[in-house]
Structure formats: structure tokens, C-alpha cells
């Protein structure tokens, strides 16, 4: 019964969650955001580090190291202003969202300054300014030379940009393909699934660097030629803004662009070595990372899906209703958006300052629940009923039935299902990649950005995967085979 009040208060609180987020007022704590920073001593910088030279991972003596011209920037501010820097990488698509909700305190992260962003955001004075370009394969550089031979054709960009925008409108009637990542853009391009690619002049010329079948389009002009770069600030933050602009300012005055540029260049070069001496530690932590946190989301989730697979064979009607409605919804909805959910509900919803990994693991651990709740369930209704009626009337009470009796059984049934979910478990982590948890999907993104090179890392994403659920299905036949031998 205390399983079950603490489960009751779970519940309550997400719903009343879920209400103070309609509730405006839940949000307006943003005026004193530099006093928050302040206190915290530490300062949120999110980005996406997809966007070299501005900002991306390289390896540093096997281990992961940010560098770029924004990463420059951020450190500049954070020491001018006494503070800590915490990077926070994400995709470019949630950088807003983040920092609505307070994950960060600034995107500095190549960002143009648009009026739809205007709306919801205040940009810094602009550091930098870039220019528009298209890019192609090389093969394909004979009939793709002007803005008019890309009517019609399929334009790669990366979603939520500046480019995805130009692409709409100044390339006519063109299929525009958004992806997250710029890798997977430059992918698509290199595999031909997209003609040309809008993208901003440096972040092309490092990609080019390292992909010989690509090349500039030449010819192609568009309007809104160049654009500034600036750093995104929450709205009505004056006291950090002024801080910010005097950073910039003196980042201007003594001309640091260009060194940080140099830096940047520096790290962009290729160090030696093959893909397994340079990248072999950036998945090696990932295989880490999967492997806890698959761990703790079929753990715990068995522990929570016990109680709630009891909640849901109860006699009491309201019990299995609410059982019910909760295994419902989490298997009615999808992973990647429980993972959102948790990691921006936590922040924006309940006030709580959770890590990526933390926030992952939470959102593993409550799908997981659901769907173990059904296979306990299941497990112990396969027993059949004359088992009970025969235990009962061998003057066995309900409570030893179960525990003598149908447990010992449906375990049987739960066992290998239980094995099953582990392995799915491990496979749906990788969603966790997108807030940032650094387990093997995240880690190939990163070796993506760090190599240039969109394709090996999936390969080695693949092969890493499946060895660990080959692995963990050979380990489970065993034991079923124990399991029917011991019948
Ligand atoms: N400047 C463009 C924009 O603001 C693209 C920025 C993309 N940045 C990144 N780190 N991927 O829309």
C-alpha cells in the first residue's frame, strides 16, 4: 500500500506539473537572469556543434575537446565576467527551446539574427558577419551552375536555419529537405539524395576541406547575401546584454576574430593517425554510457513496472484505471517525445536543474516501466487459472498463492520477454542522443562533426550496437535453455 501512495503522488505531481505549465506565471522568472548566472557562478552557453570553424569537437589526445570561433567567444565572456563555462551541445532545432525553458543562458552557435527570432529572442551587437552559398557534388558541376538550374531540384539545408529559409524563397520551386545536422545534410549530398546544399561560407569551405567529391556552385548569387552573426540572449536581460555587447566590443577592438579563426584552423586540421586511435575513445564512452544507461532504465523500470503490473490486476476499479491510463500513454506516445518532455519539463515545468544524462535515464526508465508493466501482467495471467482456484483451496491465502505459487511460474513467461526489452532498450537509447547524452549514437554525431566524414561513424555506430544485442541475445538463450531445463 505505501508502493502504492508514493506511486498515487508520482502521478500527482506530474499532472499538477502538466497545469502549472498552462499557467503562464510558471514562466516569467526570466527578468533576473543575469542574477541567476550570477549565483550559479557558472555560465550556459548552448550550441550545436555541427558548424565548424564556429564550433565543433576535435580530438585531443583521444580525448573530445570543443574548439571554434564561438567556443573562443564563450570562454572570452565567461572569464571577462568571472564565470564558469558550461557548454551545452545540442541540435541547432532545440537550441530555442532550451533556452525558453533556462537549460542555457545563451546560444552562441553561428546564429543569424531573424526577425521571427527577433520575436522571441534579443541578439547581441553582431561579431561576425557571413555569406550564403550553394554547394554541389563535383560530378554534377557542369549542369548546376546558376540559381535558375536549381528550379525544381532538391536543396539539402539544415532545419530551422537561416538557409532553410533562403532556400524556400529565393530558389524556385525548389523540394527543400531539412535535416538536423549538417553532416547528415552534407550525407545526403554526397549520396545524391539532394542536388545542392545552402550553407554559410566558412562552416562550407571546412566541409569542403575534407570532401573532395564536393565543390561551390559557382554561379549562385542569392539576395540575402550576407548575414550577421550574433550571440541570442532571452528577452529582457539587459544587464547581461550589456555585458555581452562590451565583450563583443572588445573582442572588436583588439581584433581577436581573426586569432580565434587561426585556433579554430589550427583544430580543424586532420591530426594523424587512423579513425580507431583517433575516434576509438569518443565511442568507447559511448558504449559506456548505453550500457548504463540501458542498465538503469531496465532496472528500475522493472522495479516501477512491478508496482504498476500490481496496480493494474487490483480489485480496486480506480487503481487499474489509473494503471491503465498511465501504460496507455506511455505506450501511445513516442520515446523521442517523452525524452523532450522530460528534459524540458524538468527545467520549465518543475524548477529542477537535471543533467542530460539524468533526464535520459528518467525518461528511459518510465517508458520502460509501461511496457514491463504489460509483460509482468501477461507473465502472470498466462498462469493458468486452476493453479490459484487449486492453491485456494488448498487453504493458501491470496498472498501465498501469488508468492508460492503463480510468481514462481510467470516468471518463466516474464523472463525472456524481459530479455527482449533489454535489447529494444538498447537500440531505443540512442534517441536519448538528442538532449545531448553523450551514449553511441551521440558519439558517432560527434565523430561526424570532428572527421568530416558523415558516413564511417554510422557504420561503427551499427556494428557497436549490434554486437551489444547479438551479444545480450545469445546470453538470454542461454538461459531460457536453463530455464526449460530446470522444468
Ligand atoms: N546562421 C544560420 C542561422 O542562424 C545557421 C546557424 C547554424 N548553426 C549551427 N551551429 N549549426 O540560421
Same mark, same amino acid.
Given at each position: 500500500?505505501?508502493? %502504492?501512495?508514493?506511486?498515487?503522488?508520482?502521478?500527482?505531481?506530474?499532472?499538477?506539473?502538466?497545469?502549472?505549465?498552462?499557467?503562464?506565471?510558471?514562466?516569467?522568472?526570466?527578468?533576473?537572469?543575469?542574477?541567476?548566472?550570477?549565483?550559479?557562478?557558472?555560465?550556459?552557453?548552448?550550441?550545436?556543434?555541427?558548424?565548424?570553424?564556429?564550433?565543433?569537437?576535435?580530438?585531443?589526445?583521444?580525448?573530445?575537446?570543443? $574548439?571554434?570561433?564561438?567556443?573562443?567567444?564563450?570562454?572570452?565572456?565567461?572569464?571577462?565576467?568571472?564565470?564558469?563555462?558550461?557548454?551545452?551541445?545540442?541540435?541547432?532545432?532545440?537550441?530555442?527551446?532550451?533556452? @525558453? !525553458?533556462?537549460?542555457?543562458?545563451?546560444?552562441?552557435?553561428?546564429?543569424?539574427?531573424?526577425?521571427?527570432?527577433?520575436?522571441?529572442?534579443?541578439?547581441?551587437?553582431?561579431?561576425?558577419?557571413?555569406?550564403?552559398?550553394?554547394?554541389?557534388?563535383?560530378?554534377?558541376?557542369?549542369?548546376?551552375?546558376?540559381?535558375?538550374?536549381? $528550379?525544381?531540384?532538391?536543396?539539402?539545408?539544415?532545419?530551422?536555419?537561416? =538557409?532553410?529559409?533562403?532556400?524556400?524563397?529565393?530558389?524556385?520551386?525548389? =523540394?527543400?529537405?531539412?535535416?538536423?545536422?549538417?553532416?547528415?545534410?552534407?550525407?545526403?549530398?554526397?549520396?545524391?539524395?539532394?542536388?545542392?546544399?545552402?550553407?554559410?561560407?566558412?562552416?562550407?569551405?571546412?566541409?569542403?576541406?575534407?570532401?573532395?567529391?564536393?565543390?561551390?556552385?559557382?554561379?549562385?548569387?542569392?539576395?540575402?547575401?550576407?548575414?550577421?552573426?550574433?550571440?541570442?540572449?532571452?528577452?529582457?536581460?539587459?544587464?547581461?546584454?550589456?555585458? %555581452?555587447?562590451?565583450?563583443?566590443?572588445?573582442?572588436?577592438?583588439?581584433?581577436?576574430?581573426?586569432?580565434?579563426?587561426?585556433?579554430?584552423?589550427?583544430?580543424?586540421?586532420?591530426?594523424?593517425?587512423?579513425?580507431?586511435? *583517433?575516434?576509438?575513445?569518443?565511442?568507447? *564512452?559511448?558504449?559506456?554510457? !548505453?550500457?548504463?544507461?540501458?542498465?538503469?532504465?531496465?532496472?528500475?523500470?522493472?522495479?516501477?513496472?512491478?508496482?504498476?503490473?500490481? %496496480?493494474?490486476?487490483? @480489485?480496486?476499479?480506480?487503481?487499474?484505471?489509473?494503471?491503465?491510463?498511465?501504460?496507455?500513454?506511455?505506450?501511445?506516445?513516442?520515446?523521442?517525445?517523452?525524452?523532450?518532455?522530460?528534459?524540458?519539463?524538468?527545467?520549465?515545468?518543475?524548477?529542477?536543474?537535471?543533467?542530460?544524462?539524468?533526464?535520459?535515464?528518467?525518461?528511459?526508465?518510465?517508458?520502460?516501466?509501461?511496457?514491463? $508493466?504489460?509483460?509482468?501482467?501477461?507473465?502472470?495471467?498466462?498462469?493458468?487459472?486452476?493453479?490459484?482456484?487449486?492453491?485456494?483451496?488448498?487453504?493458501?491465502?491470496?498472498?501465498? !498463492?501469488?508468492?508460492?505459487?503463480?510468481?514462481?511460474?510467470?516468471?518463466?513467461?516474464?523472463?525472456? $520477454?524481459?530479455?527482449?526489452?533489454?535489447?529494444?532498450?538498447?537500440?531505443?537509447?540512442?534517441?536519448?542522443?538528442?538532449?545531448?547524452?553523450?551514449?553511441?549514437?551521440?558519439?558517432?554525431?560527434?565523430?561526424?562533426?570532428?572527421?568530416?566524414?558523415?558516413?564511417?561513424?554510422?557504420?561503427?555506430?551499427?556494428?557497436?550496437?549490434?554486437?551489444?544485442?547479438?551479444?545480450?541475445?545469445?546470453?538470454?538463450?542461454?538461459?531460457?535453455?536453463?530455464?526449460?531445463?530446470?522444468?
Amino acid at each position: 500500500m505505501k508502493q %502504492l501512495g508514493k506511486l498515487m503522488l508520482v502521478f500527482v505531481v506530474f499532472v499538477s506539473a502538466i497545469f502549472t505549465y498552462i499557467n503562464p506565471e510558471a514562466q516569467a522568472a526570466q527578468d533576473d537572469h543575469w542574477e541567476k548566472i550570477k549565483k550559479r557562478g557558472e555560465l550556459r552557453v548552448g550550441l550545436s556543434a555541427d558548424y565548424a570553424p564556429y564550433e565543433f569537437e576535435h580530438n585531443v589526445n583521444g580525448k573530445s575537446e570543443y $574548439a571554434g570561433i564561438d567556443i573562443e567567444l564563450a570562454k572570452k565572456i565567461a572569464k571577462d565576467n568571472n564565470l564558469k563555462l558550461k557548454i551545452v551541445n545540442m541540435q541547432f532545432d532545440s537550441l530555442l527551446g532550451a533556452i @525558453k !525553458t533556462g537549460k542555457i543562458d545563451l546560444i552562441i552557435s553561428g546564429m543569424t539574427p531573424t526577425p521571427e527570432r527577433k520575436k522571441e529572442l534579443d541578439f547581441s551587437d553582431p561579431y561576425m558577419s557571413v555569406t550564403q552559398k550553394m554547394i554541389i557534388k563535383k560530378s554534377e558541376a557542369d549542369h548546376l551552375k546558376t540559381i535558375d538550374d536549381f $528550379a525544381n531540384k532538391k536543396i539539402g539545408v539544415q532545419k530551422q536555419t537561416q =538557409q532553410e529559409t533562403i532556400a524556400q524563397n529565393e530558389i524556385e520551386n525548389a =523540394q527543400v529537405q531539412s535535416l538536423t545536422r549538417v553532416p547528415e545534410v552534407i550525407m545526403s549530398l554526397k549520396s545524391g539524395k539532394v542536388d545542392g546544399m545552402v550553407i554559410e561560407g566558412p562552416v562550407a569551405e571546412a566541409y569542403l576541406k575534407q570532401n573532395n567529391d564536393l565543390q561551390f556552385a559557382d554561379g549562385v548569387k542569392f539576395n540575402e547575401g550576407t548575414k550577421n552573426t550574433a550571440i541570442a540572449v532571452p528577452k529582457n536581460s539587459p544587464v547581461l546584454m550589456n555585458k %555581452l555587447n562590451s565583450s563583443i566590443k572588445d573582442v572588436k577592438d583588439k581584433g581577436l576574430i581573426a586569432d580565434y579563426k587561426e585556433k579554430a584552423a589550427e583544430a580543424m586540421k586532420k591530426d594523424d593517425g587512423n579513425f580507431i586511435t *583517433k575516434y576509438g575513445s569518443f565511442f568507447l *564512452k559511448g558504449i559506456k554510457n !548505453t550500457i548504463l544507461i540501458s542498465i538503469v532504465g531496465v532496472l528500475l523500470g522493472t522495479v516501477f513496472g512491478a508496482m504498476i503490473a500490481l %496496480l493494474k490486476l487490483s @480489485k480496486v476499479k480506480p487503481l487499474r484505471w489509473l494503471a491503465s491510463a498511465y501504460i496507455e500513454f506511455l505506450r501511445g506516445t513516442p520515446l523521442l517525445v517523452q525524452v523532450f518532455l522530460v528534459y524540458f519539463g524538468t527545467t520549465a515545468v518543475l524548477g529542477l536543474d537535471i543533467s542530460a544524462l539524468i533526464c535520459g535515464m528518467i525518461a528511459l526508465v518510465i517508458n520502460c516501466s509501461a511496457y514491463i $508493466a504489460e509483460i509482468i501482467r501477461a507473465g502472470i495471467n498466462a498462469v493458468d487459472k486452476g493453479q490459484t482456484e487449486a492453491a485456494r483451496s488448498l487453504g493458501l491465502s491470496y498472498g501465498q !498463492t501469488m508468492k508460492s505459487v503463480i510468481l514462481p511460474q510467470a516468471i518463466k513467461n516474464i523472463l525472456p $520477454a524481459l530479455g527482449n526489452e533489454f535489447v529494444t532498450v538498447i537500440k531505443e537509447s540512442s534517441i536519448v542522443s538528442v538532449i545531448g547524452v553523450s551514449e553511441i549514437m551521440f558519439n558517432a554525431q560527434v565523430v561526424q562533426g570532428a572527421s568530416f566524414d558523415p558516413f564511417t561513424p554510422l557504420i561503427v555506430a551499427a556494428i557497436l550496437y549490434f554486437i551489444l544485442t547479438f551479444t545480450l541475445s545469445r546470453v538470454m538463450y542461454f538461459f531460457e535453455g536453463r530455464l526449460k531445463v530446470s522444468d
